[in-house]
């Protein structure tokens, strides 16, 4: 299973779609607007609120959590590393590394099995990943990670320059 989320650049709070491969809306994507740290609700195509990306404001490095059907499922952590971008899952026996660059990322589960494979665009207008998801069952969660990822580079973003 491929998704595709384009973020739009211009916009007073986060609102997007993540499209399938054959370009349906398959999730919505929105933030919340004046809050304390990042806070991103996601619904399925019939509008149904199915999972909560939220971050805890209070930490030294970028921290979230995330929650599936009001259900706490996992949190992600940012490690503290030089040359590379790496992320601890807490929850899952999970471990997403990234390239240098932050646009390649590898999920992988305790095995060394790729859980998820994500891929930010070069070029674009607004953010664009390519999320290839082997397991369907993983997908919302995998999801959830990718845009939690997403979070974490706009802060460290924001705070370089």
Not at 7 to 35: C, H, I, N, P
Not at 108 to 120: E, T
Not at 126 to 134: F, V
Request: hydrophobic share 40%; net charge negative; proline share 2%.
């Amino acid at each position: 299973m491929k998704l595709y989320i384009k973020q739009r650049v211009f916009s007073w709070r986060d609102r997007f779609f993540v499209k399938d491969e054959a370009g349906y809306d398959r999730y919505a994507a929105e933030g919340e607007l004046f809050t304390w740290g990042k806070k991103l609700h996601i619904y399925d195509a019939s509008g149904a609120e199915v999972a909560f990306v939220w971050q805890k404001v209070m930490s030294f490095l970028p921290r979230f959590f995330v929650e599936i059907n009001g259900r706490e499922v996992c949190e992600i952590v940012k490690e503290f590393t030089f040359f590379r971008h790496s992320y601890r899952i807490s929850g899952m026996p999970w471990h997403l590394n990234g390239d240098f660059l932050a646009h390649e990322y590898s999920l992988d589960d305790s095995s060394g099995r790729q859980v998820m494979w994500m891929s930010k665009k070069w070029f674009t207008w607004g953010d664009s990943y390519e999320l290839d998801i082997p397991d369907v069952r993983n997908e919302l969660l995998c999801l959830c990670i990718a845009l939690a990822v997403d979070c974490a580079m706009a802060l460290q973003e924001s705070h370089s320059g």
